[in-house]
């Protein structure tokens, strides 16, 4: 957050002091699908929005977010009286949200064509919020034993990809695939990351202030 939070100053600075070019910045808007892989195995649509800024020598920087559909499936909870147990049915309930910053290097194109090929390299914070709602009554003088605790899980993830973007004039439609891994280490020291690996589809479309490319 903190290398989010130093771009914006950064443009926001040198903006103010006329070395930003309004031209440069572009907007979008995506449907977005994800593929959660590992011991969680779940997938789920959303929407992404971002904001670019185009650099030199068609490479240009992106600050996006994210926001998952929620996420339900089956599960039980275990409840005893003392004496007996019994079993009734639940759901897990999981919410994902993501920041991200993201540098996009074109590698077919240019400012004039319509069509560009990129590569999009960056990192991501996600944040994950979770809880289990009971989808059938715990008979009454029963008390659940393994009824799982609402949390959140945050981590940092490394996202490569590739991208394509087709200029229809002022929109530009895109489609993106990308890989996004979880950063588990900090220098030489290990970090536990509880978000699991995921692959991401994105399709939607930008609309530039500047040329036809945005970037």
Do not use: C, W
């Not at 490479?59 to 339900?72: D, N, R």
């Not at 910053?101 to 064509?113: F, K, N, S």
């Not at 059938?136 to 990809?161: C, H, R, V, W």
Request: aromatic letters at 14%.
């Amino acid at each position: 957050m903190k290398k989010i939070t130093t771009v914006l100053a950064f443009l926001v600075y040198f903006s103010a002091n006329g070395q930003v070019s309004e031209s440069a910045f572009s907007i979008g808007v995506a449907g977005n699908y994800t593929m959660y892989k590992g011991s969680f195995q779940q997938s789920t649509p959303g929407f992404k929005v971002e904001a670019g800024y185009g650099l030199r020598d068609g490479a240009a920087i992106t600050l996006g977010f994210t926001k998952a559909s929620v996420i339900k499936y089956a599960s039980s909870i275990s409840s005893s009286d003392g004496t007996n147990t019994t079993s009734t049915s639940s759901e897990i309930v999981t919410n994902f949200t993501t920041v991200s910053l993201i540098g996009q290097y074109r590698v077919v194109g240019d400012d004039e064509t319509a069509f560009n090929l990129y590569i999009p390299v960056g990192g991501s914070y996600v944040m994950a919020k979770y809880e289990e709602k009971e989808t059938q009554a715990i008979p009454t003088g029963y008390t659940p034993t393994d009824k799982m605790e609402p949390g959140k899980q945050s981590g940092f993830t490394l996202n490569l990809g590739v991208g394509a973007q087709y200029s229809l004039g002022t929109p530009m439609v895109f489609g993106e695939a990308g890989l996004a891994l979880p950063a588990n280490k900090v220098g030489n020291t290990y970090v536990e990351n509880y978000i699991p690996a995921h692959f991401i589809f994105n399709v939607g479309v930008r609309f530039s202030f500047g040329g036809m490319s945005g970037y």
